[in-house]
């Protein structure tokens, strides 16, 4: 069979089939649980912090220095997932 017959096999609406196969596939990791749990809360503070890093050189170099304390001091748990978020918005200017 081609790819391309697997492909329009799939295109078929099946919700019952879908629910199966979705029952199929193991738990998600801890870790990518907590991080879909904490990351939304946690954006709109990170945004705070990267706008202070944009308007200030000296804020900015002391937020990348420590990461984790500068999310400490802002009342955000500096989880893993949460001082990555930082780090690439960080890392994205």
Known sequence: MSDWGVLSE???????RI?????LLPPAPAGWVQAA???PLARVEIAALVA???ADAATRAQIVADLESALAAEGIEPTPSV?????ACL???
Do not use: C, H
């Not at 629910?19 to 029952?23: D, G, N, P, S, Y």
């Open 37 to 39: 749990q904490e990351l």
């Open 52 to 54: 202070r890093a944009e």
């Open 19 to 23: 629910a199966v196969l979705l029952r």
């Open 10 to 16: 799939m295109n078929g609406y099946d919700e019952e």
């Open 83 to 87: 001082v990555a978020a930082l780090r």
């Open 91 to 93: 890392d994205a200017d």
